[in-house]
């Protein structure tokens, strides 16, 4: 079986009731990450209703792939107009800031593969009118199998590692989580516990309501802005759509146990948050803030994350994932497992070629300025 023998036809994306019972049949005979499951992409349709398609890859009677794609225009240097599309984003900064991660088509459990190589290729025969097909965050390794597969060229746009905690490997070993980190990690959470208890007993606790929920979410979004910034592409707190989409989300999947909403107290004080995705038995760490503390030794993030994977560690969950970033704290508690991507699968036009001539002659005048200064750093130090 492969993708020759497969069908895939288009359509404007079906009213809710009659999409959500077509993802979420094809959801129960798959294993997506959760920004492929109903839970996030229908909430997504649903609050941002963009103008999308819907991909539907067929075999026989059976429906093995589906992917919703929006065609958008953007205009970049103020001169050059790309006619995209974007797997499950809209191509507005301030609604992709929800950024999906682990992106991809939805395909029956073992025809991943065969699935995608469907859609990319109607994709490419079936909608020629494109220039770019920009996807991400996807893992690296997809992502080049992506541009192989069609022969366009690929440019990346951002990149980060993943790190995450596999516990059910700790649940075998029968290790306690701290033990697993180094020396001078496990030295920094064990001294911030002694430090913090001072204060009163440490404990999680959880809210009682959705409402309960989104006023934690809401909480969060002072300290994050502090830590982030309140600029584009900093803290989503700054944004009222990103703000709007996450309330919604939690205050539709509270009850259900999609979103885990965890304060770490001590004594009566809050000290950390974390704004958590769950599905299929895997925790996703989506946001959190975390009290500022003038002692450096004080460290709430660390024990926070710490404290919440031993919970989950003992409540059966699989996997916790801090997802994409380049954050100390992430590879100081997990183990890398996948580097995640953004790219634009490039058709042969001339106005993409000539960008990337000019980007890549603007990047070597970067670099040798960079090299020429510190040459110069380097010769006062001598």
């Not at 990149?159 to 020396?183: I, K, M, W």
């Not at 006023?215 to 979004?221: E, H, P, R």
């Not at 970033?325 to 699968?345: A, D, I, P, T």
Request: charged share 25%.
């Amino acid at each position: 079986m492969n993708a020759d023998r497969l069908e895939v036809t288009r359509q404007p994306v079906p009213e809710p009731a009659q999409l959500q019972a077509i993802w979420q049949e094809l959801e129960g005979r798959s294993a997506p990450p959760v920004f492929l499951s109903w839970q996030w992409l229908g909430h997504w349709l649903a609050v941002y209703q963009p103008p999308a398609e819907l991909l539907e890859v067929r075999e026989g009677a059976r429906v093995i792939g589906l992917g919703i794609v929006v065609a958008t225009e953007e205009r970049r240097h103020g001169v050059l107009h790309s006619h995209c599309l974007r797997l499950h984003q809209t191509g507005y900064r301030h609604q992709d800031q929800i950024w999906i991660e682990y992106n991809g088509f939805l395909a029956e459990q073992g025809r991943e593969t065969d699935v995608a190589e469907a859609c990319l290729r109607y994709l490419c025969d079936e909608m020629p009118d494109w220039d770019e097909f920009i996807i991400g965050a996807i893992d690296a390794g997809e992502a080049k199998f992506f541009a192989g597969m069609t022969g366009l060229h690929s440019h990346l746009r951002w990149e980060a590692p993943c790190f995450g905690v596999d516990l059910n490997a700790l649940r075998s070993s029968g290790q306690h989580y701290l033990s697993t980190l180094s020396r001078n990690t496990r030295h920094q959470i064990n001294r911030a516990h002694r430090l913090y208890e001072s204060r009163g007993p440490l404990s999680l606790v959880r809210p009682d309501s959705a409402h309960e929920a989104v006023a934690v979410f809401d909480s969060i979004g002072p300290l994050h802005l502090h830590r982030w910034g309140d600029g584009p592409d900093q803290s989503g707190y700054a944004n009222p759509d990103f703000v709007r989409f996450h309330r919604s989300l939690i205050e539709d999947q509270w009850a259900s146990g999609g979103v885990d909403l965890v304060s770490l107290k001590a004594g009566d004080e809050v000290i950390a948050s974390f704004y958590n995705l769950l599905y299929d038995q895997n925790v996703y760490f989506y946001l959190g803030g975390m009290k500022t503390e003038d002692d450096n030794r004080l460290k709430p993030g660390l024990l926070g994350h710490s404290l919440c994977i031993e919970d989950y560690r003992q409540h059966g969950f699989h996997y916790y994932d801090f997802m994409g970033g380049e954050e100390r704290y992430k590879s100081q508690l997990g183990s890398f497992h996948c580097q995640l991507v953004q790219v634009s699968l490039q058709r042969s036009r001339f106005k993409l070629r000539l960008e990337d001539v000019v980007r890549n002659a603007r990047n070597r005048l970067r670099q040798e300025s960079a090299e020429k200064l510190k040459e110069r750093l380097k010769g006062r130090v001598k």
